[in-house]
């Protein structure tokens, strides 16, 4: 950590590693904070933390998450953080970013030629003053071993998940995630935004009454017909403006929500797959699975016994 730190980039993937320890009752993670010195550290919100260890003690480390926040704007300090990164990364298995801590990790110069994520406010200036990274603004993360690089704040605890999951299994990262009351990401294509909020900051005009009317109706008819129809558009028109808009397909983005809102359900009790599936549109059960394993990579039955649900 470092002075003007944002603190959810920092406590967001250490409770998630620390609660890997507490529920399979092991040391699986041994957390070290260090800091350029082992002065107080205050934060962008003005808390004070104490690190363990100074740069100059430490080491070496198996993985290094390093947060963001505004002090890593200021010079002085990006430079401190960015060296102490360079001289640990040839003996460290895996370099992690949240947020803006990109802007150190990046200087480096270790991500030269990669793609990296980060907040999608500072995705336009992390391009220019990183233009030999590939930044990508539309993902929750990326992996690019072993470099692995997350979005904005929240979206450092869904890469640390999938990083409990790639140690020890999705058997723990599942129950991290249900203790914690927040979803299991997954790598690979993952918006940066929930699908309902995405659609909603981005609706305009004929959209903004669809984006409030979507998400209640689930089980109903949603083809193209029936939304453009909804939105007094012919369907060819409808199609075309709604994926310019979004980037999608209007049958793409409504799987998308009847997905999120049954991974809901399944932390519900007295629901079953069949139950849940039917709930929110889909035409069979194994229509329903085959498109759950296919964006969250597992089966629903699986993430389901995780919350006490049968299949």
């Known amino acids: 950590m470092f002075n003007g730190l944002t603190m959810l980039d920092f406590v967001g993937p250490f409770e998630v590693f620390a609660m890997a320890n507490t529920l399979s009752k092991a040391s699986l993670y041994e957390l070290i904070v260090v800091a350029p010195s082992e002065d107080p550290i205050v934060s962008d919100s003005g808390v004070r933390l104490l690190p363990y260890?100074?740069?100059?003690?430490?080491?070496?480390?198996?993985?290094?998450?390093?947060?963001?926040?505004?002090?890593?704007?200021?010079?002085?300090?990006n430079a401190a953080v960015a060296q102490w990164l360079k001289a640990?990364?040839?003996?460290?298995?895996?370099m992690v970013s949240v947020c803006t801590g990109l802007f150190a990790l990046a200087a480096t110069g270790l991500l030269d030629g990669r793609r990296a994520a980060t907040h999608w406010h500072h995705a336009?200036?992390?391009?220019?003053?990183?233009?030999?990274?590939?930044?990508d603004a539309s993902v929750l993360y990326l992996e690019d071993p072993p470099f692995f690089t997350s979005a904005g704040i929240t979206a450092g605890v869904d890469l640390a998940l999938a990083l409990v999951e790639k140690d020890h299994g999705p058997a723990l990262s599942l129950a991290v995630a249900r203790m914690l009351v927040v979803y299991l990401k997954r790598p690979?294509?993952?918006?940066?935004?929930?699908?309902?909020?995405?659609?909603?900051?981005?609706?305009?005009?004929?959209?903004a009454d669809l984006a409030a009317w979507l998400p209640g109706h689930l089980a109903q008819d949603l083809s193209v017909e029936t939304l453009a129809r909804r939105a007094n558009m012919s369907q060819r028109?409808?199609?075309?403006?709604?994926?310019?808009?979004?980037?999608?397909?209007?049958?793409?983005?409504?799987?998308?929500?009847?997905?999120?809102?049954?991974r809901e359900r399944l932390g519900a009790p007295n629901q079953t797959i069949?139950?849940?599936s039917?709930?929110?549109?889909f035409r069979s059960a194994d229509v329903f699975r085959r498109a759950f394993e296919r964006r969250f990579g597992v089966s629903p039955s699986?993430?389901?016994?995780?919350?006490?649900?049968?299949?």
Do not use: C, W
């Open 124 to 135: 336009h200036d992390a391009a220019q003053q990183f233009p030999s990274v590939g930044i």
């Open 278 to 281: 039917l709930s929110v549109g």
């Open 88 to 94: 640990q990364a040839p003996h460290t298995r895996r």
């Open 302 to 311: 699986m993430y389901g016994r995780h919350f006490g649900i049968g299949a």
């Open 237 to 262: 028109h409808f199609a075309r403006s709604f994926k310019n808009i979004f980037g999608v397909p209007a049958g793409h983005y409504v799987e998308g929500l009847r997905l999120e809102a049954a």
């Open 53 to 77: 260890e100074a740069f100059g003690g430490s080491g070496p480390f198996d993985t290094i998450v390093t947060p963001g926040g505004p002090g890593l704007r200021i010079p002085e300090t």
């Open 188 to 207: 690979g294509g993952q918006l940066q935004f929930s699908e309902p909020l995405r659609f909603q900051t981005r609706a305009r005009d004929k959209f």
């Open 274 to 276: 069949d139950s849940i």
